[in-house]
């Protein structure tokens, strides 16, 4: 069977990741379902973007948790990316969106799709992020069983185990996605600015979350195993066993013809991609 389909940030191989106009996309290229990262906001909004910081997607800076929503939709989320906005995509100005936002969008798709949601760890707001996503979700008019938003089926995904703990007194097991990726030492590196103390700590704490998360998956205290490409080109006799022992795997972020045909004859049944039509092209491909 072929996989389902996640648009990794929207259609963000297109258009700017998270934005109006790349989640639109996504519901043109006939994505089965969508995939967001969350962050709250000083004022206690549940925003879509990635980073902590807006320094890499907007024409803003700072924190994202020190702006309230109003402040955030006066950023430019888009113009980085260098492509134009189809008129019927909006303007440069309402692309900024909420996760209130993103739900309208694809409630009004009329069809039934999933979106996944990302957790983004640390937070300075803690587990708080994730009694603010339930709470919001429930005012939505989620149905915790089912974990069905009128057509929207939700899904939850971290990296973080004491997130996954924390949505499971909430969610239901087979909507819990945690995510796994190799420490890499060089990129722990990059990424700071600080001294060697500071890294190793860091790749200490990295490490000790993914044997946690390993775990949580072995025990099927989650119903979702969310790797990396590169995870499961690393460990596939353990991603095979994991999907031998009724795990759904949801495998991000795959952008090549190559990687999604490997994975699927591996089995997984979920693949996450930037470019979500030219993946389901891949597989529509291979049975002409």
């Known amino acids: 069977m072929q996989p389902v389909i996640f648009a990794h940030r929207g259609s963000s191989g297109t258009y700017a990741e998270h934005t109006r106009a790349a989640y639109l996309q996504a519901l043109a290229d006939g994505a089965d379902g969508v995939e967001c990262d969350v962050h709250l906001t000083r004022d206690g909004e549940l925003v879509c973007i990635h980073d902590t910081t807006l320094d890499r997607t907007t024409d803003g800076s700072g924190d994202v948790a020190d702006r309230t929503l109003d402040e955030l939709r006066t950023v430019n989320a888009f113009s980085w990316k260098g492509v134009q906005i189809p008129e019927d995509f909006g303007d440069a100005s ?19 799709i999933a979106l996944a949601i990302e957790l983004k760890h640390p937070s300075p707001f803690g587990l708080r992020l994730e009694e603010a996503l339930i709470a919001f979700l429930m005012d939505e008019g989620w149905d915790p069983e089912s974990s069905m938003l009128g057509l929207v089926e939700v899904s939850f995904m971290s990296f973080n185990p004491d997130s996954m703990r924390q949505l499971g007194e909430s969610a239901p097991h087979h909507m819990l996605c945690q995510l796994v990726a190799d420490v890499q030492p060089h990129e722990v590196r990059e990424s700071l600015r600080f001294g060697s103390l500071a890294e190793g700590a860091l790749i200490n704490v990295l490490r000790r979350a993914l044997k946690e998360g390993e775990d949580l998956i072995e025990r099927q205290e989650v119903g979702l195993a969310g790797p990396g490409v590169q995870y499961v080109r690393d460990h596939p006799e353990r991603v095979r066993r994991w999907i031998e022992d009724g795990v759904r795997v949801r495998v991000w972020t795959v952008n090549t013809e190559e990687d999604a045909l490997f994975l699927a004859g591996l089995g997984v049944q979920e693949l996450t991609s930037d470019y979500p039509a030219r993946i389901r092209l891949a597989f529509e491909g291979t049975r002409r």
């Open 94 to 112: 309402n692309q900024f969106l909420s996760l209130a936002d993103l739900l309208v969008l694809l409630r009004r798709s009329g069809r039934r």
